[in-house]
């Protein structure tokens, strides 16, 4: 609480990794799924947050929120199945309506805001970290 805005950023990656494996109701499923999703964007050329496309912190936070969404009674199933969930629910997500696997509002000034930032307006896809303050993972994914 009493940390600078620049460590408090610095920190932002490794309390959002933490905070993520509290968010998913199994983390086993959800760390399973992850590596099956992270396999597929490596293979396919779209893994790489400083090429524009999404990197490791936006994939996790994708999977956790499919996670989410499945409860408890979807991550009894196969990893199949949440892989499945995942590319449904991504391929018809209302982009860019962000994506939150948990809402914070008390934010301090540097953290995401589209309401007073017209910059966080333009982000294509925003994927929206878990811990304060809240940013955007994927700000270099473009339109084109």
Known sequence: KDMDQKCLRSLNGYRATCEILQLVPSV?????????????????????????????????????????????????????????RFFYTFANWNWPEPVYIKKVDAQPYPAWNPAMNHYDREHAMPIITSSVPQMNSAVNVTKT
């Open 28 to 84: 086993e499923k959800f760390r399973l799924t992850l590596r099956v999703i992270k396999l597929w964007a490596r293979r396919n050329g779209l893994y790489g947050n400083m090429l524009g496309f999404l990197g490791g912190a936006s994939w996790a936070i994708l999977v956790a929120k499919v996670c989410q969404l499945a409860g408890i009674e979807g991550n009894l199933g196969s990893c199949v199945n949440l892989v499945h």
